[in-house]
């Protein structure tokens, strides 16, 4: 496992942007899976936005496809989400996780989590 600390949520209005970080501690980083859930309040956690180990692969919810933009930096151990054009319907509690290999939508496969950062968005 990995422990995973998020930061850079917040409160913006729709249509702006924000960039979550996730700072991952342990010597394995750079061998794991990386994933962006939400989770709104009353509903299950959503796969926002996965990437694989060395960046080359990533894989989005339809409803973020052309917003939101995940990347990685295993040099720095952190992995990003950048998110523009933001909706009042993005407003969650946001979660990094981590698994080794590959990238799955289901976040029972995941064994590494953050404690999350919300992320609020004015009409």
């Known amino acids: 496992q990995v422990q995973l600390v998020e930061s850079g949520g917040g409160l913006v209005q729709a249509g702006g942007s924000l960039r979550l970080s996730c700072a991952a501690s342990g010597r394995t980083f750079s061998t794991y899976a990386m994933a962006w859930f939400r989770q709104a309040l009353g509903k299950g956690r959503e796969f926002v936005a996965g990437?694989?180990?060395?960046?080359?692969?990533?894989t989005y919810t339809d409803s973020v496809k052309g917003r939101f933009a995940i990347s990685r930096d295993n040099a720095k151990n952190t992995v990003y989400l950048q998110m523009n054009s933001l909706k009042p319907e993005d407003t969650a509690r946001y979660y990094c996780?981590?698994?080794?290999?590959?990238?799955?939508?289901?976040?029972?496969?995941?064994?590494?989590w953050g404690q999350g950062t919300q992320v609020t968005v004015s009409s």
């Open positions: 996780a981590g698994r080794r290999n590959y990238i799955t939508y289901d976040p029972h496969e995941y064994d590494s």
């Open positions: 990437i694989n180990w060395s960046g080359g692969t990533t």
